[in-house]
Each structure stands twice: as C-alpha cells, then as structure tokens.
C-alpha cells in the first residue's frame, strides 16, 4: 500500500481529497492513515464541502480505530489551536465526538491535547456537553461532566449547561427525549430544575407538552398489547447503543419540532447517509446484540420480528419519564402564583378594553403590574410577547403551569400526580383567570374533568368561577374546541352531537344563574355556542342529508328485490297456482325471511325520509336526529341480512337433493355480502349507538322523573333533556 501512494508532488487538491474520502467511504484505515501523511495538513486537512476535516469525518462516523491513531498523528504544540479547527456550523473534534458513546477513549485523547476544547462553543451555541446531552450519549455525558466539574464555578456552568437561545442540558434532554440521561442530570444537577429557557418554560412543562412520553397502550393491537405487558420495568438507566440514538441533522440546519430528525433502527447513530462513510471495519457498526454468534443473531432477528425491542424501548421510555416526572413534580411549586386578580366574576375591570375586539388587553399581575399581551394566540391560548427569546426546539412560547399544560394534553396520569402532591394546586387560576375546569373544558378532556368534580367541596366553587373576560363554563363549552382534533369516522353530526352533550352537562352542574350570564362582550354561553359551531352545523346537515338520500337508494333496492322475490318462488308454481315446493321446510323460511325483509326495507325508507324533512335545527342533532339515524341503520342492515336469509333457502331448496355439506357452504357463503356490509358500516353504527342510546333515556326518564341526575351519567351518554340553543 505504501509502494502504490502518490506522491505530493504528483497529486493535486481535489485528487487528495477524493482518494481521501474514497478511503473514509470504504473503511481504509491503511490508506487514510498514508495519505495523512501526505498531505498538507495531515489529520486536520479539509476533505469535505462543509469544511470538515480527516479526523472530523473519522469521528463523525465512529471509526474509533482511526480516529486514535489521527489524533496521535497530531503534534503536541499544533501550528494553530484544535479549538480553530471547526466546520462550516461550527463544531470541533470533540463536538463530533461527543455524539457517540463508543468514541468515548478519542474524547479524552482530544482533552488531554487541548483541554480549551471543552468550552468551545458552535454556531448554535452548543458546547461538546450541551451536545451530548442532546443526543442522549450518558458515558460522554459524564465524562465531559468530571472534566467541567473541576475548573468551572457558577458562571462556567451556566457558560456549559446553556446553549444561547437559554435552552439547558436538562430541557434540550427532555425535548428529544432522553429521559434517563434527564434523571441524571436532575439528581446530578438540581439547581437546573427551576430553570427556564427562551421560552420561558421549565423542564417540567415541556414533558407535560409531551403525552407520547406516558402514552398508554390503548392504540397498541391486542398482540403488541401482549407483549409490551410482558417486558419488565426495568430500574436505573438504560444506556443504549449509539446505532439507536439520534444523528446530527443540525448541521443542515433542519430539525423537527423537537430539534432532532427521528430516524429508523437501520439509519440512527451514524448518519452514514451524509457521506456514505462505514466504520473502520468498512461497514456499518452494528449493536452489541447483534455481535458474536450466529445464535446470538438469530435470537436478535426473532425479538425484531416479534417486535420486542420497539416496544421494549417504547416501555423503558415510559418508565424513565414517568421517574423523572415525579422528581420533578416534587419541586415544582408552580401554582402557587395564581392570579387572583383575574377572578372578576364575570364583571368588567378597567383594565380591559371596551370595544368588544380581541386586540390588545392589559391585565393586572400580581404584583400590581401591567402586562401587556401584545399578540394573543388564539390557537394556543398564549400570550406572546416578539421581544421574548424563544427557543427554537419547540416553537411557540408556553407560560402555563404544568398542571394546565397536562390537563390541556390529556396526560391525565401526570394532573393526577401534581395533585396527590398539592392537592390545593386544583384551585390554581392563570393569568386569563382560568381555573383547571375551564382548561378541561375548553380542550374537552372529560377524564380530567370528570375526576376533578367528583369532590364536591371543589366543584361547587370551581363551577361557578368565571375567567377574566367573564367566561363562565358554559361560555367554554360555546368556544371552539382547542387542541389536535383526532381523526375519527363519526361524522361532522355526531361531533356536534358531542358538543352538545358538553353543553347540557356543563349546563346541568353550574347554578341556573349562570345559564343567561353574559361575558364581556355581552354574549351568552347560548349564543357563543350558536355562532362558534355554526359552520359545524351546516357541515352536519350536509352530511346527514348526503348519508341519508345514499341509505336510500340501498333500501329501495332491496325492498325491490324482495317485492319481486314474493311474486317469483323458488320451484315455480303449479296449474292451480300453488308453489310447487310449498311443503318443504325452508319454504317456510324463504317467505317468512322475504316478507320482514320487504317490511325493513320499507321502514328503513321511511326513517331515511323522515331525517331528509327534518328542520335540521341545532337541538335536533342532540337526540332526535341520531337517533332516528341509528334507527333507520338498524333496518337497514337486518333488511339486508333477512334478504340473503331468504337466498340462502332458495338455493337449498333448488339442491335439496344434493349432500348436506353442500348445502352447508352454500348457505355460508351466502352471507358473506352481508358480513361486508356490517363490517363498512360498523364503525358509524357504534358511534351512533353509543350515542343515541334513546333506550337508557326512556330508562332514565322512569328512574328520575323529576329530572336526570347530572353526575350520574358520563358525557358520551345521551342526556334526558333536550339543549334549547339560539339560533344564529
């Protein structure tokens, strides 16, 4: 290999660099270590076009082989300082190994050559720390940790823990999700707990932003159920390979919401993809898992292929965030700072304006200060000041209390927590004069709701609170729904329908006062709820009329087909007129399958028709009209079954004389049309019988005549009374 090198003399730039980067690409640890020598600059010669350097790509892509012996290639005192040495986002050698457990040994190697290393920052403002952490490697963490430790005082670590933007090693752990190295900085670290980035927000408020992190198993499949329930809950820190973390895609300036690119198995670690350069072995680096035998191979591809180790990572990551939440909950003392001032009852102050519009609103903090919102988010129910800092990992500022952002996300386990803690913290008001009920409200989270008025000391004060525009609860049952909206099959009807039943709940458990109390900008809950979802509204007579004038053409069809199947009896008929199979068995089934399936077609019309010349007023889509939808379904569906019950006796009675096994296939397959039907229109149908449930009404009605008991019957129930809403 030595024999065949060109000379320097004889090999330009570019030529340099492509047998360079060839020898990278292809593992050639021989080559590289030649050509360094050859070249201009040895290990710190610039190769690629980001400005990246022999020993830069060697370190990037964990060829720990050749990257110790560059680094031994490096003079002790170099021409220029190792801390100059950086690409065109700023990182040095040791920003690149940072990101990788396994090039722990070169980490320390480039210490001992330059320790100023340790506190060079990057474009970013990153330093090799803060990068670790935000890749989740805990060895580099804690070595880089030791060696800041040693020399730095208050002012040093604020320099390491903290990137420019104010995001901490604790937040930027948390927002890409590596929870165990989070735990070890918090117990490590405490004073960063309290901590606050450019988006004013704590650690504890971005995991309580994060409902993936406690995400339960409720959208697992049975079998994925079976075996998550069957990984134990492993204790302490799980440290994993590099090949499964996370790759700097910072270096093209495009990360995600959470500031990494989430990647699969096959592509996570190396980021091999930027350069196609393997590790020294010239391949890809593989787990420890996947090293040794050939049993040991197997064993890995079987747990793969029963999916295992997703869920077995998908588990230690909700059992180390949930760890780090109740550590940080224990500390969080956030809702203490309520605002009592925002609690007006629904009378206007003089600190807000008068001219009805959602511009500019000065409210009064606690300290008696303005505080002047100047962009209200109407979507996320912040107020946003331009000046602010924001970090640019998660977008929009957040200042609510961890209990709120909870409680607004559905993380019902993290709000139950906060308030087996504190349980006087359910009584926390916002700066909008929002209670934690108007939160659940308005996002329309019924557990949390539901749970929280099951002590009635609480409700009683927390129903009648109104927010600091004089909403009541009602008022935020009128408001548009806030949050991701889930993607169902229910229908634009049936999510009115839901909204409706919100605001007879609501409307049942607030005193009768409240009913006609109007906000500040003298509107009733009535009214705000008639003008949000009139849009809603018309979307859902849209589709019930379209669903509606479909089913019947189905109908009208079938009631066709059986009206002639009457008139054309299997066999014929003979001279008199009789049926020629008359005394056979299943002709009794035929006629008796044909006549109800006629008689359900025809009901199953008239139902239809009935929906298509209802008024379609707003109270309607509260009981009437679902139910007569789920009515006119239900006809619809045996009608068809009792068609192919008649089929299937024609058809016996065509063969009767031929074996029974036939006959037994035949009539099987005959219901197959029918098991396709109610299969496309199980999902509606379910939603539609959960919701009219008009039966336990009647049920109800006998039980309570005087009126239903509210906190008897959960949301999702169809409520005895109907909701009489102003129309817009």
Not at 688 to 707: C, E, F, H, N
Request: hydrophobic share 40%; with cysteine.
């Amino acid at each position: 290999m030595a024999a065949s090198s060109p000379s320097p003399a004889s090999m330009s730039g570019h030529e340099l660099n492509r047998c360079l980067f060839n020898a990278l690409k292809n593992g050639n640890t021989q080559q590289v270590i030649q050509l360094c020598k050859i070249a201009p600059q040895g290990p710190l010669h610039v190769t690629s076009i980001h400005k990246d350097t022999v020993l830069h790509l060697a370190c990037y892509s964990k060829q720990k082989d050749l990257a110790i012996q560059l680094v031994g290639m490096l003079p002790n005192t170099p021409n220029r300082s190792l801390t100059k040495v950086i690409n065109d986002v700023g990182n040095t050698l040791l920003h690149e190994t940072a990101t990788s457990d396994r090039m722990e040994d070169v980490a320390t190697l480039l210490l001992e050559k330059n320790s100023e290393l340790l506190s060079a920052k990057n474009v970013q403002g990153e330093t090799p720390l803060f990068r670790a952490a935000r890749f989740g490697k805990i060895r580099q963490f804690k070595l880089l940790a030791r060696e800041v430790d040693k020399d730095n005082d208050a002012e040093g670590w604020k320099y390491q823990f903290f990137s420019d933007d104010q995001t901490s090693i604790l937040h930027i752990a948390v927002i890409t999700e590596h929870f165990d190295l989070a735990l070890l900085i918090v117990r490590t670290y405490p004073d960063l707990i309290d901590m606050k980035d450019g988006n004013s927000m704590t650690a504890l408020q971005h995991l309580a932003c994060n409902p993936s992190a406690f995400a339960g198993t409720s959208e697992l499949g049975l079998f994925k159920k079976l075996i998550y329930y069957c990984i134990p809950d492993k204790k302490g820190t799980v440290e994993e390979d590099d090949d499964t973390k996370g790759t700097d895609t910072k270096r093209y300036g495009i990360p995600d919401e959470k500031g990494t690119v989430e990647e699969d198995d096959d592509t996570k670690g190396t980021d091999t993809k930027r350069y196609g350069i393997p590790d020294e072995k010239g391949t890809v680096e593989e787990d420890d898992d996947t090293k040794g035998t050939d049993t040991k191979r197997y064993v890995k591809w079987l747990l793969k292929l029963l999916m295992w180790e997703e869920l077995r990572r998908e588990k230690y990551k909700h059992t180390s965030a949930w760890e780090l939440a109740k550590v940080l909950i224990e500390k969080d003392t956030s809702w203490e700072a309520t605002e009592r001032t925002a609690l007006n009852k629904g009378k206007k102050t003089d600190q807000e304006k008068t001219d009805g519009s959602s511009g500019l609103l000065l409210k009064t903090g606690r300290e008696g200060l303005f505080i002047d919102c100047k962009k209200l988010d109407e979507n996320q129910g912040q107020c946003l000041d331009e000046k602010m800092p924001k970090t640019s990992m998660t977008g929009i500022r957040r200042d609510e209390t961890p209990l709120f952002l909870a409680t607004s996300w559905r993380i019902k386990k993290l709000v139950v927590e906060i308030l087996n803690h504190y349980p006087q913290a359910v009584e926390h008001v916002d700066k909008k004069g929002r209670n934690i009920l108007h939160v659940a409200i308005q996002y329309r989270q019924l557990e949390i709701f539901e749970m929280v008025i099951e002590n009635g000391m609480l409700a009683r004060r927390l129903l009648r609170a109104t927010d600091a525009k004089g909403n009541s609860l009602l008022h935020m049952v009128g408001k548009n729904r806030k949050g991701p909206k889930m993607e169902t099959s229910e229908g634009p009807a049936l999510d009115l329908r839901d909204q409706l039943v919100w605001f007879e709940k609501i409307k049942d458990l607030v005193k009768s006062d409240f009913v006609h109390l109007f906000n500040h900008k003298i509107q009733t809950a009535e009214y705000l709820f008639a003008k949000n979802y009139s849009k809603l509204h018309e979307e859902s007579r849209k589709w019930l009329e379209e669903t509606s004038k479909n089913c019947t053409i189905v109908a009208v069809l079938i009631a066709t087909v059986a009206f002639t199947a009457a008139y054309t009896v299997p066999g014929g008929n003979q001279t008199n007129g009789k049926p020629v199979l008359l005394s056979r068995p299943f002709f009794v089934v035929f006629t008796l399958a044909d006549v109800i399936s006629l008689s359900l077609a025809l009901m199953s019309v008239v139902s239809f028709l009935s929906i298509l010349t209802s008024p379609f007023r707003l109270q309607d889509f509260r009981d009437s009209l679902p139910q007569k939808l789920t009515r006119a379904l239900t006809y619809l569906i045996l009608s068809v079954a009792m068609m192919m019950v008649a089929f299937a006796a024609t058809i016996i009675l065509i063969i009767h004389n031929k074996q029974s096994w036939t006959e037994i296939a035949l009539s099987s397959a005959v219901f197959v049309p029918v098991l396709f039907f109610a299969y496309s229109y199980s999902p509606l149908y379910a939603q539609l019988v959960k919701a009219g449930s008009y039966l336990s009404d009647l049920i109800v009605k006998r039980i309570y005549p005087g009126g239903q008991n509210p906190n008897q019957y959960p949301l999702d129930r169809s409520q005895r009374s109907g909701c009489q809403i102003t129309e817009v």
